[in-house]
């Protein structure tokens, strides 16, 4: 694979790189004038196929973003970052009473007209349901960052649910008009065995869509809700969401103009997109970055000199000026440049690969006759966990091998389907993985204090995102937000690549695509095909 000496080491890289610049200057035929599609409809394209549609019980963004076409939160972020009332019928604050007790209690009023697919009102009841299901420790919940800081629902009406916390809590409006805060249905869902119910592969919502048809590997198909409350919504009378893994038909799909939406693009695709005179790029608004979780318990990784090593090992430079095209650069703090929160005077890791022989030598591990570092007669071998099935990922990872080459760490990769990765990353069945992560516009720091994957252990550091959570002053809270950063980045409990650019296409005749804060599929109830 990759050779020992230091002149070899561009050799993958240069690879690489031709490979997709070849990929992406391959001439692209005029994409056949295929049949309007039928002006009520629709599709979809998915990268990955969701391994569940019930809410809270799975992390990947497929999973979240199809979600959003079916269940509807008690909030939402517009297009110009303002929280929304959904569900809700006002965003509380100080000023309509919604917060109070200095932000021990919020109280959401559920508006009326709010109905489940079946015709059954949405009530307060749901709310206080959605929180007993999220803080139930029996079931395989994620996360329940901000949930699990709830003392109890009161349902003071059936239209009114109110949340009372121990302590004042900053980080509720952000989770309740995210994925975190899909309301779900405690009529059908009450004393059912939610870890096998139907629901996960036919559930019901509140949203402008409801789950018809899901044939696995294939597609999901998805008709108008009769009763959304918005009326005149939505406007399509279906949607199908279509899977596709591989970027070549991916890229087929959107030659013979069967997609109206590809959703998650790699940076490779780019060009390629540019080049259909029928797509153009819409970026969704995000704060997720590319990342390789350490696991901090692991007996090689537990070691911090490694966990630096690892990081002045990576080339980043590299990485984002070739593979990600130059889109965005190298990143060193736990927030990416795009969060109003983000500490831009952390410790930094340059590529340097003699800071990095030298952090190993201090850690103990001998260079080898093979090149390969040993201590105790023990290699220094590393083992990566992927999602199969991307090229991009997969390329990181190859350059990320030949980098940690160099300085004596030799690495193997383990992939995975994209519906096993969560579970295992919650069992600790790893010691280093490649993926992504994001955090809301207001932190509840899911990352750290909900997944914490990494298994990072420092209270100092995560005490002050907990105080950061109960501060109510908001230039008190950046600057907790911002000292865990730079403790965070000295630590090195997750080696943060680069920020994650949201890529969609969307065909010409998609009209009013406007993707938010809230997901890259929220306001499908809005839509309209041309």
Known sequence: MTKNSDRSRPSLVIVILALALAIASTAVPSAPSAAAPASRRATIGLVQEPRTLMPHFDLLSVAHETQNLAFECLLAIDEKGNYVPRLATEVPSTRNDGIGGEGRTYTFKIRNGAKWADGRPVTAEDVEFTWQVITNRSLPIPSRVIWSDVQRVEVVNPQTARLHFAEPNSGVLAVMATDSCFIMPKHMLAGSDLSNAPFHRKPLGSGPFQVQEWTAGSFIRLTKNPSYWVAGKPALDELQVRILPGTEGQRAAMQRGEVDLMMHLTTADLSFVERLSDYRVVKSPTHA????????????????????????????????????????????????????????????????????????????????????????????????????????????????????????????????????????????????????????????????????????????????????????????????????????????????VAPRIFLNAAHQRLDGYVPTLSGSLWGAQNWQVK
């Open 289 to 496: 970055q590319w990342q390789f979780w350490l696991h901090n318990e692991d007996p090689i990784l537990s070691d911090k000199n490694v966990r630096q090593a690892l990081a002045y090992g990576l080339d980043r430079a590299t990485i984002t000026k070739s593979l990600m095209r130059g889109t965005v650069e190298p990143m060193d703090a736990a927030l990416p440049p795009s969060h109003p929160m983000h500490n831009a005077r952390v410790k930094k890791y340059p590529y340097n690969v003699e800071q990095a022989r030298g952090l190993l030598d201090r850690a103990g591990w001998v260079a080898g006759a093979d090149g390969i570092r040993r201590k105790d007669g023990r290699p220094l071998r590393l083992e990566i966990l992927n999602i199969a099935g991307q090229v991009e990922r997969r390329q990181v990872i190859q350059i990320a091998q030949e980098n940690w080459r160099r300085v004596g760490i030799d690495t193997t990769i383990r992939e995975i389907d994209a519906p096993a990765f969560p579970p295992t990353m919650a069992q600790g069945n790893f010691q280093i993985a490649y993926g992504s992560f994001g955090e809301r516009h207001d932190p509840a720091f899911a990352l750290w204090l909900g997944t914490n994957w990494q298994r990072y252990r420092n209270e100092r550091a995560l005490g002050l995102l907990r105080r950061a959570l109960t501060t109510v002053r908001r230039d008190q809270r950046v600057s907790l937000v911002r000292e865990f950063q730079a403790v965070a980045a000295e630590d090195m409990p997750i080696l943060m």
